[in-house]
């Protein structure tokens, strides 16, 4: 006989299946009913002996015991020797008795073997119930009506044990189908014939009616080999289970040893764990080494794990007590009196559940639980737990594996010093952002290199123990600064690299960069010494500048070394930083020319207070028209002018003509200054004091009326120096400024031992003030600075009037921008300043 156990799962919604069965236990009634009730007033069809209801409901209850449990999917099927004490009852019993004995048998096993749900109990009963009425009608229609136990009677018997026994495994089949779908009659007809124990029970029972209608005396000896046959059937029932879950313990250990990566082999231990034990549930949990949270894993929809973290409950202590610390198993059957395991059951939603522990690399760390054995027929028992240690064994090993490779591929593509990613790992990671941009799936990436100032003379004074710190704190730094924007690597000694994905936004890498030079301002303290550490960053971007990884590392180091030797910090690749570049080359020559031809030209951006409007002065800004390719760029030719040589030639050019402009301009009753830059070569010019004392001297123009603006990154590449030639343009009473103020990496630790009267704000931090929150913060924090140290603040790259009105509200002092003027050639000043006068309004930068 089968009976099946079987959970809800996916298909109709529970009401509906159990209408489905409620219809089929009916169905199933009503054929007992119909085919038994015709022969229910029959008399044995043997008269000697005869067998009362409650020997035939004691052999029912006998043969009940010793089953044989085969799991199915979802559902648990019951193989018994059922078929023996049916048979003896279609010879030696009348209907009606059989029906009883059949009925309490099935109303004891329910009741007290198994415990099922009520649903499952009664279409097990009913099905019992069918299997009766359908053998006793193919019994009665096919046996001689002479009686006796012969060759007919025999085939008789085999058809209806045989007819119900397929019937009762297509029923079962169609409440599978209600729970899991796909019923396949065939296959199910199929597998019921040639299932063997029917026929092996049939068989023995008929002999069995053999010797007993020959002499009753033959029970002495039928009665031992039933019970060896029942033995034999309970040892091949239990050698099956054996060999069955050996064939699933071997794929799990192939399962779990294909997964190098931990999260795979967590995830087989999980599923196999389930498979083996056949249970609803299965999970794990890792105690945290202070014992103060618990990390649960288990498996979600579609396989994929599920980590929960939390603090141990009581509950949770006394399994963690039995199982992690004791390094014991734990059974919780199901019914179990143990009002510890009742309480960890119900906390968990279980009705039964096996715990063993599991070991990792340094002991035992952990547990693995399965819980809810598929179908309610059996509880865990003590072999299960066998096999689910065998399982968390396994797991052990296979996680210790994981760990190790995973270990020695972490260590493959990190840096063993700061533990950032290696340039192994960051040309891997820059390969994947690459195809991402070529493949439409992202607009594009960066990369920065970044390469330490002085990192040989921390190593050569301090020794390389403390050059390893410096860079571990550098390292920290540097990822604090670009958090979740970046990646940061280390590609070896003090080199470092930045990158930044799914973006080909210039203004926002650039930003990046920046935060990035600002994170290295604050000195850092080895061996009771501060020391000051900058660095030279040099971007790319993709696709702009390359698309294919190596060169577009390439690009970026070509942009960091021009960093670094022009000082300017932060570098944005271009062209023309090949020093192989045939436009470079020709620009040198041309652009030698056009200083001795005095093609160069300065144009003017006027600057004036906001809280008056009045223009006090203007900012000189070096032009050139190139007769063939227009107008160049400042940021091209003036790092050709350095790298050639040119830069003191270009600065005497543009002093001299800046200062001209402004002598006009003070015969013409307007007493402006004028601001020049002077670039990081200009500061290490032993002449340059000289020079402008010269050209002041030349045009009559007070000390006071020129400006020099230089930045933070042209100071600090000698600061000695720089600072011992500030100090001596100040004596002749130049004005001096910091240029792109909030930039650098020094703006805190350097602006008080500069003898400057004024500081510039960054135009990137004016840009789009209104919008960035951070910005606004930053310029805030400039003014009140400059305000504090006594300094004037201007703001440059003021575009319209909101920003404006933002900068009044914070009391900044100068402004310069397309919102005020554009650069303007210095001829074309006075006439604007005199159109400006006409127009003069009731204050703001509308007066002059």
């Known amino acids: 006989m089968t009976a099946v156990e079987q959970e809800p799962s996916a298909g109709l919604g529970v009401d509906q299946q159990k209408l489905c ?114 053998a006793l009608a193919i019994f009665h229609l096919l046996a001689p009506e002479s009686g006796g136990a012969g060759p007919l009677s025999w085939l008789a018997a085999y058809a209806g044990a045989l007819t119900a026994d397929a019937l009762s495994a297509l029923a079962v089949g169609v409440v599978i189908a209600l729970h899991e779908g796909g019923l396949d009659i065939r296959a199910t007809l199929r597998e019921s014939i040639l299932q063997p124990m029917p026929s092996v ?46 064939e699933r313990l071997y794929r799990f250990s192939e399962a779990v040893s294909n997964g190098p990566e931990i999260d795979d082999v967590m995830s087989n231990v999980l599923v196999q764990a389930k498979e083996l034990l056949r249970s609803e549930h299965a999970s794990a949990a890792f105690l945290a080494p202070d ?82 054995r598929l179908g309610v027929i059996r509880t865990f028992e003590h072999d299960d737990v066998l096999l689910l240690e065998t399982v968390a064994n396994h797991a052990g090993v296979a996680l210790r594996n994981s760990e190790l490779i995973g270990r020695l591929r972490y260590d493959a593509l990190h840096d063993a010093l700061t533990g950032l990613p290696n340039r192994t790992d960051l040309q891997h990671r820059l390969s994947e952002a690459l195809e991402d941009v070529a ?259 030349r045009h009559g123009v007070p000390a006071d009326r020129l400006t020099l603006e230089v930045t933070e990154g042209s100071v600090m590449a000698d600061p000695a120096r720089a600072v011992a030639l500030l100090h001596q343009l100040r004596d002749l009473g130049v004005r001096l400024s910091v240029d792109d103020f909030g930039t650098g990496y020094s703006s805190l630790s350097y602006l008080q031992r500069l003898p400057v009267q004024e500081v510039k704000i960054d135009r990137s931090f004016i840009t789009g003030l209104g919008k960035e929150s951070e910005n606004l913060a930053i310029v805030r924090a400039i003014i009140d600075l400059g305000r504090h140290l006594g300094l004037e603040v201007v703001a440059e790259g003021v575009e319209d009037a909101a920003t404006q009105d933002l900068l009044t509200s914070m009391n900044c002092d100068l402004v310069q921008g397309w919102h005020l003027a554009r650069p303007m050639p210095t001829d074309d000043l006075l006439g604007w300043l005199a159109a400006r006068s006409g127009t003069r309004s009731h204050g703001g930068l509308r007066a002059v």
Not at 49 to 73: D, K, N
């Open 439 to 697: 493949a439409g799936r992202a607009p594009g990436a960066a990369v920065m290199i970044l390469d330490l100032d002085e990192f040989k003379a921390v190593n050569d004074t301090l020794g390389h123990h403390q050059g390893d710190q410096l860079l571990v704190e550098v390292a920290a730094r540097l990822s604090a600064a670009v958090g979740r924007a970046g990646t940061v690597a280390r590609l070896g000694g003090d080199e470092f690299a930045v990158l930044v994905t799914g973006t080909a936004d210039e203004d926002r890498v650039l930003r990046i960069g920046r935060r990035v030079l600002r994170s290295l301002e604050q000195p850092i303290a080895l061996e009771g010494l501060e020391v000051e550490i900058g660095a030279s960053v040099g971007v790319a971007l993709a696709p702009a500048h390359a698309s294919d990884p190596a060169v577009l590392l390439k690009r970026a180091d070509l942009a960091m070394y021009d960093a670094k030797s022009s000082t300017r910090s932060l570098r944005l690749y271009e062209p023309e930083l090949h020093t192989d570049s045939p436009r470079r080359l020709t620009l040198v020559s041309e652009l030698r020319a056009a200083l001795q031809d005095g093609a160069v030209q300065v144009h003017v951006q006027p600057k004036a207070r906001l809280r008056t409007g009045e223009v006090v002065g203007v900012e000189a800004l070096v032009r050139w028209e190139h007769p063939e390719l227009g107008w160049v760029p400042p940021d091209e030719f003036v790092p050709v002018a350095e790298r050639s040589g040119l830069i003191g030639l270009l600065t005497s050019r543009v002093l001299d003509a800046s200062l001209a402009a402004c002598a006009e301009w003070r015969e013409s009753g307007r007493d402006l200054g004028i601001a020049v830059n002077l670039s990081a070569r200009s500061l290490q010019d032993a002449d340059l004091v000289e020079e402008v004392d010269r050209l002041l001297r």
């Open 201 to 246: 029970a049939v068989t023995t029972a008929l002999l069995a009616v053999t010797s007993l209608s020959a002499s009753l005396v033959s029970a002495a000896l039928l009665l031992p080999f039933g019970g060896l046959l029942l033995m034999s059937f309970r040892a091949y029932a239990s050698l099956a289970e054996r060999h069955l879950n050996l």
């Open 291 to 372: 014992g103060r949270s618990v990390t649960r894993i288990r498996l979600g929809a579609g396989g994929r794990l599920i980590r929960t973290e939390e603090e141990p409950g009581l509950d949770d202590e006394w399994v963690v007590q039995h199982v992690v610390h004791d390094g014991k198993p734990l059974l919780l059957p199901r019914n179990t009196t143990d009002p510890a395991a009742r309480r960890c059951l119900a906390a968990w939603g279980l009705h039964e559940a096996v715990v063993v522990p599991l070991n990792g690399r340094t002991g035992t760390g952990g547990l693995l639980a399965v819980g809810d």
């Open 21 to 134: 069965v409620l219809g089929l236990m009916a169905l199933l009634l009503t054929v007992a009913t119909l085919s038994g009730l015709p022969f229910a007033e029959s008399a044995p069809f043997l008269p000697d002996p005869v067998l009362p209801w409650w020997a035939l409901a004691c052999g029912y209850l006998v043969t009940e015991s010793f089953v044989l449990h085969i799991q199915v999917r979802r559902e648990a099927h019951t193989l018994s020797l059922s078929e023996m004490p049916l048979v003896l009852g279609l010879f030696f019993a009348t209907p009606t008795d059989l029906f009883a004995g059949r009925l309490l048998a099935s109303i004891i096993t329910i009741a007290v073997i198994r415990r099922s749900p009520p649903l499952k109990s009664f279409f097990n009963m009913a099905l019992g119930l069918m299997e009766i009425g359908v």
